[in-house]
């Protein structure tokens, strides 16, 4: 009988560390989801995937849980309120929510919902996205912070829209540009509201700590600030100078890089408002980081709290203005991954396993066979626990003269495949051997990696978890259910493109910190359904997502909690093959009119029956209309 417990596979797999209270496992070995917090309403993540199932949706799913954003939103603003009343802070906190993290409608449209409150606002990186922001944003006096590159359009419509009542902020990341939205503001006899991005020497930490620095893409230098203000200062706008902003990367990991680009941004801000500009804000930007693997000293990582985060922030610039004797500004955030990374999880299911386990030898080799055969077959009789050790190395060593006496044409095919197997027979020994023996970590961590299963999963890295590939950013992966049983492989996923980059190899390990090579999961159980779930991937994720072999956006829906269940508030359907083609410039009916006619043709010919074609074309028009992940046959 195992011992094995739902408490030890929440263990194993960290969840209570980077779950942040949201996700947990419960007592039926289910992860259950909570967006209020333990002692709130929770779902059976298992349990709502087979209702979704039921009701038509599709696997993979991503799942999306708005109480989780509206419980985000008010731990940031709860946290800067602490932190304001802690120090006597005499600013305001006026977060604003970065669309281009994710700009999916639902998604911006509950961020708006549950920030009113808070007076929470959105910034718009280009000019779609600032007409995307312009639709959607109602709230009064929330800021419209404009950053990214602009022309002439993109500053006419920021400008005209503060005649609609927005609090609109230009945010000048180029020198050119101020040139441009004077001579808008000229034009539309409007006082613009404008905005300095400083580019800091300090720079950031974690993947991304390229877009800081003195070398970032975006930024004005200290000698470009300067000549700004004198330009702003001789066109009788100096006043119109609102906001200086800095940025210092995203999901930066430690709070010193955070603490030092604040001092060297809160002195830009003191320097330029004893100038004579009307500064009221000061933006820090992103770089608030999430905790992706709970282990606290990776880059996937962060080494402070979001309360640390707020009083540091509070805390520097109070002190830095006291000072200079300048009034506290009203502190900006752009925390978007902070805001919304938790609230979606992405659910799959396993379609098949390539397993190298071997529990019996090949037939035993004979005299007559090539002595590498000999070899093996006398390592697979000799190994025990005292020479394990030895017999481990004589193992690898076999395996290299095996790949070089095929080559070299001394051994053929079926010897190469009789070799292959007796291998993986000695490995899975060894394996369960070297398990009852001690000091033999090393031994088991090479064998597992030789052993490790590969599980084939249906969905497409490149489209729902494009920073895992691009930049090896980790992310939780368990199991959604059968965590009562004790999972008793080790595995890599490999997703359905036909590409040899579309694997997750590496999983993360809470105790460590350090990524591991593969991933502890059940027995897979051909016709049964097995279902992994990827967390923490609402940042970013669906809006990089690319179109690798043409799999498309998959399924969404969009629950919500109460006291007695739950309500499905939105589905939003995975594209269909013919909306994915359209992508790429192919018309469903011109491609349906060409194979009818090679049909007809080969009709002709008497290489296809006419049920065989009418089939066929049935099978393929199905097809454009199907989700270009894989389905179960009804």
Same mark, same amino acid.
């Given at each position: 009988?195992?011992?094995?417990?739902?408490?030890?596979?929440?263990?194993?797999?960290?969840?209570?560390?980077?779950?942040?209270?949201?996700?947990?496992?419960?007592?039926?070995?289910?992860?259950?989801?909570?967006?209020?917090?333990?002692?709130?309403?929770?779902?059976?993540?298992?349990?709502?995937?087979?209702?979704?199932?039921?009701?038509?949706?599709?696997?993979?799913?991503?799942?999306?849980?708005?109480?989780?954003?509206?419980?985000?939103?008010?731990?940031?603003?709860?946290?800067?309120?602490?932190?304001?009343?802690? !120090?006597?802070? $005499?600013?305001?906190?006026?977060?604003?929510?970065?669309?281009?993290?994710?700009?999916?409608?639902?998604?911006?449209?509950?961020?708006?919902?549950?920030?009113?409150?808070?007076?929470?606002?959105?910034?718009?990186?280009?000019?779609?996205?600032?007409?995307?922001?312009?639709?959607?944003?109602?709230?009064?006096?929330?800021?419209?912070?404009?950053?990214?590159?602009?022309?002439?359009?993109?500053?006419?419509?920021?400008?005209?829209?503060?005649?609609?009542? $927005?609090?609109?902020?230009?945010?000048?990341?180029?020198?050119?540009?101020?040139?441009?939205?004077?001579?808008?503001?000229?034009?539309?006899?409007?006082?613009?509201?404008?905005?300095?991005?400083?580019?800091?020497?300090?720079?950031?930490?974690?993947?991304?700590?390229?877009?800081?620095?003195?070398?970032?893409?975006?930024?004005?230098?200290?000698?470009?600030?300067?000549?700004?203000?004198?330009?702003?200062?001789?066109?009788?706008?100096?006043?119109?100078?609102?906001?200086?902003?800095? !940025?210092?990367?995203?999901?930066?990991?430690?709070?010193?890089?955070?603490?030092?680009?604040?001092?060297?941004?809160? $002195?830009?801000?003191?320097?330029?408002?004893?100038?004579?500009?009307?500064?009221?804000?000061?933006?820090?930007?992103?770089?608030?980081?999430?905790?992706?693997?709970?282990?606290?000293?990776?880059?996937?990582?962060?080494?402070?709290?979001?309360?640390?985060?707020?009083?540091?922030?509070?805390?520097?610039?109070?002190?830095?203005?006291?000072?200079?004797?300048?009034?506290?500004?009203?502190?900006?955030?752009?925390?978007?991954?902070?805001?919304?990374?938790?609230?979606?999880?992405?659910?799959?299911?396993?379609?098949?396993?390539?397993?190298?386990?071997?529990?019996?030898?090949?037939?035993?080799?004979?005299?007559?066979?090539?002595?590498?055969?000999?070899?093996?077959?006398?390592?697979?009789?000799?190994?025990?626990?005292?020479?394990?050790?030895?017999?481990?190395?004589?193992?690898?060593?076999?395996?290299?003269?095996?790949?070089?006496?095929?080559?070299?044409?001394?051994?053929?095919?079926?010897?190469?495949?009789?070799?292959?197997?007796?291998?993986?027979?000695?490995?899975?020994?060894?394996?369960?051997?070297?398990?009852?023996?001690?000091?033999?970590?090393?031994?088991?961590?090479?064998?597992?990696?030789?052993?490790?299963?590969?599980?084939?999963?249906?969905?497409?890295?490149?489209?729902?978890?494009?920073?895992?590939?691009?930049?090896?950013?980790?992310?939780?992966?368990?199991?959604?259910?059968?965590?009562?049983?004790?999972?008793?492989?080790?595995?890599?996923?490999?997703?359905?493109?036909?590409?040899?980059?579309?694997?997750?190899?590496?999983?993360?390990?809470?105790?460590?910190?350090?990524?591991?090579?593969?991933?502890?999961?059940?027995?897979?159980?051909?016709?049964?359904?097995?279902?992994?779930?990827?967390?923490?991937?609402?940042?970013?994720?669906?809006?990089?997502?690319?179109?690798?072999?043409?799999?498309?956006?998959?399924?969404?829906?969009?629950?919500?909690?109460?006291?007695?269940?739950?309500?499905?508030? !939105?589905?939003?359907?995975?594209?269909?093959?013919?909306?994915?083609?359209?992508?790429?410039?192919?018309?469903?009916?011109?491609?349906?009119?060409?194979?009818?006619?090679?049909?007809?043709?080969?009709?002709?010919?008497?290489?296809?029956?006419?049920?065989?074609?009418?089939?066929?074309?049935?099978?393929?028009?199905?097809?454009?209309?199907?989700?270009?992940?894989?389905?179960?046959?009804?």
């Amino acid at each position: 009988m195992s011992n094995w417990s739902p408490e030890k596979s929440a263990d194993l797999f960290g969840i209570n560390n980077w779950g942040n209270g949201y996700f947990r496992i419960n007592g039926s070995g289910n992860v259950s989801v909570t967006p209020m917090g333990a002692n709130g309403p929770s779902v059976d993540l298992f349990e709502l995937t087979q209702d979704l199932l039921d009701r038509g949706i599709r696997v993979p799913i991503m799942i999306r849980f708005p109480d989780i954003i509206k419980a985000r939103v008010e731990l940031l603003n709860n946290c800067f309120s602490k932190a304001f009343a802690d !120090h006597g802070y $005499r600013g305001s906190y006026r977060g604003v929510y970065p669309i281009k993290v994710n700009q999916q409608r639902h998604l911006v449209q509950e961020l708006v919902k549950y920030g009113k409150d808070y007076s929470m606002g959105l910034e718009c990186g280009s000019k779609p996205e600032l007409l995307v922001v312009l639709a959607l944003m109602h709230t009064p006096d929330a800021l419209i912070i404009c950053n990214g590159f602009k022309d002439a359009e993109y500053i006419e419509t920021a400008i005209l829209s503060q005649k609609l009542g $927005r609090n609109t902020i230009i945010v000048v990341d180029r020198k050119e540009e101020l040139k441009m939205i004077i001579d808008v503001a000229k034009k539309f006899n409007s006082r613009p509201k404008i905005g300095f991005r400083a580019k800091l020497n300090t720079q950031g930490a974690g993947k991304w700590v390229d877009s800081s620095g003195a070398r970032s893409k975006f930024g004005l230098t200290s000698v470009e600030i300067v000549d700004g203000i004198e330009v702003l200062k001789q066109e009788g706008m100096l006043d119109c100078l609102e906001l200086l902003h800095y !940025h210092i990367g995203s999901q930066v990991p430690s709070i010193q890089s955070i603490k030092s680009s604040l001092k060297e941004g809160a $002195r830009f801000f003191t320097e330029i408002y004893k100038m004579g500009a009307g500064l009221k804000y000061i933006d820090v930007g992103g770089g608030l980081g999430i905790d992706y693997d709970g282990s606290g000293n990776s880059d996937s990582s962060v080494n402070y709290s979001e309360q640390e985060y707020a009083n540091d922030i509070v805390s520097v610039l109070q002190t830095l203005c006291d000072e200079k004797g300048i009034p506290h500004p009203s502190i900006v955030t752009e925390s978007g991954r902070f805001l919304v990374a938790h609230h979606s999880v992405l659910v799959f299911n396993v379609m098949g396993v390539n397993d190298l386990h071997r529990n019996e030898p090949p037939s035993p080799a004979s005299k007559s066979d090539p002595s590498i055969m000999q070899d093996l077959q006398y390592i697979f009789e000799k190994v025990n626990k005292d020479n394990i050790n030895e017999c481990f190395n004589d193992l690898f060593q076999a395996k290299q003269e095996t790949l070089q006496l095929f080559t070299y044409g001394v051994l053929s095919l079926e010897q190469r495949a009789w070799c292959e197997s007796m291998y993986f027979t000695i490995a899975t020994k060894m394996m369960i051997m070297a398990k009852s023996v001690p000091d033999t970590d090393d031994i088991i961590a090479n064998l597992s990696k030789e052993l490790c299963d590969t599980y084939y999963s249906n969905f497409s890295l490149f489209q729902s978890l494009p920073d895992s590939w691009a930049v090896g950013q980790l992310f939780p992966v368990i199991p959604i259910h059968r965590h009562e049983q004790e999972p008793t492989r080790e595995a890599t996923l490999a997703d359905l493109t036909c590409d040899s980059d579309g694997v997750i190899e590496k999983f993360i390990d809470t105790k460590s910190g350090e990524p591991k090579e593969t991933l502890s999961l059940h027995q897979f159980n051909i016709g049964e359904q097995y279902y992994l779930g990827v967390f923490l991937t609402g940042a970013y994720q669906e809006i990089l997502g690319d179109l690798h072999n043409l799999f498309g956006d998959t399924d969404a829906v969009h629950i919500s909690l109460n006291g007695i269940g739950y309500t499905i508030d !939105h589905y939003v359907p995975g594209d269909t093959v013919t909306e994915v083609l359209s992508y790429v410039q192919y018309g469903r009916s011109e491609m349906v009119d060409n194979v009818r006619q090679a049909t007809e043709e080969s009709i002709q010919k008497g290489t296809i029956t006419k049920q065989e074609a009418k089939l066929l074309i049935k099978h393929y028009e199905e097809g454009l209309s199907g989700y270009t992940y894989l389905e179960e046959l009804e």
